[in-house]
């Protein structure tokens, strides 16, 4: 009953406080044009959004005030709230950075970027560097088995957890933050392996079939619409079985197999994009003219076709890789892809999924899992920040 | 009228080839598998005998072609074949598939219902949500609403269904428990029982699906509103709300259908996901389930039902916007 009267008491100070905030608007601003004329939804909508604000804050101070603040039921809010202000901070500070240094291209392009984006730059740049250096960063090995099984994160003794491990270990004693570190190359290296190879094979293909024309074009095209009529992960799915009744005891290869598989069925749609592009730059002179020259197929598709379509594929190399690495942490996640001993984000969700049930009454033990959920998150939702400014920026969706 | 009929019966044709095309795909794909079921399924105790009476009850002693269509007429009548775990488990026990608990059908009959009842509780309450805040964005758009619904319908798109699951089993079954974290569905569940427990999972589905749909309608319309005629709506004079809603929105409704139908097609993929993670008896968790322990056959009507449905809705999406378009529907 009381979420009724609650929401009773929201509906009815939005309905009167809009009214009354675009009144007292246009009363103290001299009946200035922007409240003058503003819709009722607007100010209905600004009240609406101080109320929720004043709740986060409302909560906010709840939760760092009460005591025991490791323990209590708003420990995930406060850390959710921290880390939020803590990266939007470090995007406008890495913006600011950016502006006064490097050169002059780079300083151009950090003026005009909104701070979403920034945030995008720094967190691929970030996990670049973690993904290279993690045999450097990380404290521990990523198979390491310790004999302390089950610590709690967060470095507290007196709550379970061990100084030596900050951020805890799982159910047979590996160190999570070593795995989360060794996870960035594994995952995201293997992910952007599967990326390449599948433009590989769907730019060649997608090329040659612009070039060609023909048989080719057709055949090629017809191909790549039937396994873009069966869905991407369910297709990944039914070869992966057939991969792994072929690796048979050998998991290390099943790893391989995966990366052909999801390069495979992603090229396809490589090979819509690059089709697309070939077909407008084949009909341009400087094509025919290295026809008439009698250059090969292989310099017609490589030295001239490819440098004219760099920026599109570019473009859409990062969509794509969101893809691949969110399709492989899926299939990791399912328990089919990335193999152990590889430390990986996907496969560690699925291990540690049950500790969230604890997060009630020990909210620590439930951020492990978590916490390489997030980092999966944290990286697509940064490159995709990214892409959305590129398309943004290139587009002529301005209104 | 004549040429759109046309126009619509050569896509349901297309369709229908792409299907006949894929499950022969999926059949081939399926016969690429190494080693012999029979010796797998046996092990140590592999006789000749008793190998070719298991390859004869599952239908493996006949030709490659006559397997495929033999497949394809009994799937096209409901028969999906026994499932391998459980033939092996008849074997065994010595008794006949006559009682009919073997079949990958009766399997999967009520795990389709179970997985169509999600998808429609997620649909449900996507499907107007969406709508409703594309509309909001377009009309309020470039101001503070659009920036934050912006960045949070990019962030869920982007997060792996898995994050938000677990992210809506924190928030809403452990740390606030108002809904149950485990789907438990079973037969003579009453409507109420059934819907609480299918919410959490259809709440994580409207999440992934929404942000698509809305970040397209928001997209579609904004790209009308810089038509000529949007132009002289607003210059006589009109509301913004009304020139979105009267004037913008009948001729966005083709590729919002469009929209609307893909990302009912993305719910497909999504639900294999969210059912393992809340443990929905659906068709995704017992396709999973199959892809592990490599039952062929639930493998293969899995894979169909899926890509079935996916084709039926893409083609869908394909017919509405054709129907939905009045320069086809009107020709001069």
């Not at chain 1, 309905?15 to 009354?20: A, N, R, S």
């Not at chain 1, 004999?147 to 967060?154: F, K, M, Q």
């Not at chain 1, 341009?284 to 379509?309: C, H, Q, S, T, W």
């Not at chain 2, 409703?132 to 619904?149: E, H, M, P, Q, S």
Request: a positive charge.
């Amino acid at each position: 009953m009381s979420a009724l009267t609650t929401i009773a008491a929201i509906v009815i100070i939005s309905t009167l406080g809009g009214w009354m905030f675009r009144f007292a608007g246009q009363k103290g601003s001299q009946n200035a044009p922007y409240f003058r004329d503003m819709p009722y939804g607007v100010a209905v909508g600004y009240v609406l959004g101080a109320i929720v604000l004043l709740w986060l804050a409302k909560t906010y101070y709840l939760g760092t005030t009460l005591e025991a603040p490791a323990s209590n039921q708003y420990f995930f809010f406060v850390k959710a709230i921290n880390l939020f202000v803590i990266f939007a901070l470090a995007a406008y500070v890495f913006r600011i950075f950016g502006r006064h240094v490097g050169t002059a291209g780079t300083k151009k392009l950090f003026r005009a970027m909104p701070v979403t984006a920034a945030f995008g730059v720094m967190i691929i740049i970030a996990y670049a560097v973690t993904a290279i250096f993690a045999g450097v960063i990380a404290p521990h090995g990523q198979d390491q088995v310790f004999a302390l099984a089950n610590v709690v994160p967060g470095g507290d003794p007196a709550l379970g957890g061990n100084p030596d491990f900050p951020l805890g270990t799982d159910q047979i004693g590996r160190d999570i933050l070593s795995r989360l570190i060794y996870g960035a190359q594994n995952t995201v290296g293997i992910a952007f392996a599967t990326t390449l190879l599948a433009f590989f094979i769907g730019a060649s293909l997608g090329f040659l079939a612009a070039t060609l024309g023909g048989w080719v074009d057709q055949l090629l095209s017809r191909a790549v619409d039937v396994m873009m009529a069966i869905p991407s992960l369910i297709f990944a799915l039914l070869l992966m079985t057939i991969a792994s009744a072929w690796a048979g005891s050998e998991k290390g290869i099943l790893t391989l197999y995966m990366v052909v598989i999801i390069a495979v069925i992603d090229s396809t749609r490589v090979f819509r994009l690059a089709r697309a592009v070939g077909q407008s730059i084949v009909v341009m002179d400087y094509i025919e003219a290295a026809k008439l020259r009698g250059e090969g197929l292989g310099y017609l598709v490589f030295r001239e076709i490819l440098p004219n379509a760099t920026a599109p594929l570019l473009a859409e190399f990062g969509l794509r890789f969101c893809f691949v690495f969110l399709t492989i942490a899926s299939l990791s996640f399912l328990g089919v892809g990335i193999q152990p001993p590889l430390a990986d984000w996907g496969t560690m969700v699925r291990d540690m999924s049950q500790f969230i049930n604890f997060a009630a009454f020990a909210p620590q033990v439930a951020v492990a899992p978590l916490l390489a959920a997030g980092a999966i998150a944290l990286l697509t939702v940064g490159v995709n920040f990214v892409v959305d400014w590129m398309l943004h920026k290139s587009s002529g969706l301005k209104e | 009228m004549g040429s759109l009929l046309r126009i619509v019966g050569q896509r349901l044709a297309l369709g229908f080839l792409t299907l006949v095309v894929v499950s022969f795909v999926i059949f081939v794909a399926v016969n690429a598998m190494p080693g012999d079921f029979a010796q797998a399924i046996l092990g140590q105790g592999y006789t000749e005998e008793a190998g070719d009476a298991i390859r004869k009850e599952v239908g493996l002693d006949k030709p490659y072609f006559v397997r495929y269509f033999s497949w394809l007429g009994a799937a096209l009548q409901g028969d999906f074949g026994t499932s391998f775990a459980q033939a092996s488990f008849t074997a065994y026990a010595g008794t006949g598939t006559g009682s009919g608990l073997g079949t990958v059908a009766a399997q999967l009959a009520p795990r389709f219902e179970n997985t169509m009842f999600l998808a429609t509780v997620a649909a449900t309450i996507a499907v107007p949500v969406s709508l409703v805040l594309g509309l909001l964005a377009a009309l309020y758009r470039n101001t503070i609403f659009d920036r934050v619904v912006n960045i949070f319908t990019l962030s869920s798109i982007s997060s792996p269904e898995f994050f938000m699951a677990y992210i809506l089993i924190l928030l809403l079954a452990v740390l606030n428990p108002l809904l149950p974290s485990l789907s438990n569905i079973f037969d003579g569940m009453s409507f109420a029982d059934r819907l609480n427990r299918t919410l959490l999972p259809a709440l994580t589905l409207t999440l992934i699906v929404t942000a698509h749909m809305m970040r397209m309608t928001r997209a579609a319309i904004i790209n009308l509103l810089a038509s000529p005629y949007i132009e002289m709506a607003r210059l006589k004079g009109i509301s913004p709300m009304r020139v979105i809603v009267v004037h913008a929105l009948p001729n966005a409704l083709a590729p919002i259908i469009n929209v609307v139908a893909l990302n009912l097609a993305y719910l497909i993929t999504g639900v294999v996901v969210v059912e393992v993670v809340f443990v929905y008896p659906g068709i995704g968790q017992l396709f999973v389930d199959a892809v592990k322990n490599r039952d062929i056959p639930v493998v293969q009507a899995c894979c169909l039902i899926f890509a079935g449905a996916y084709i039926l809705l893409n083609l869908t999406a394909d017919v509405m916007s054709i129907l939905s378009n009045p320069r086809l529907r009107h020709p001069k």
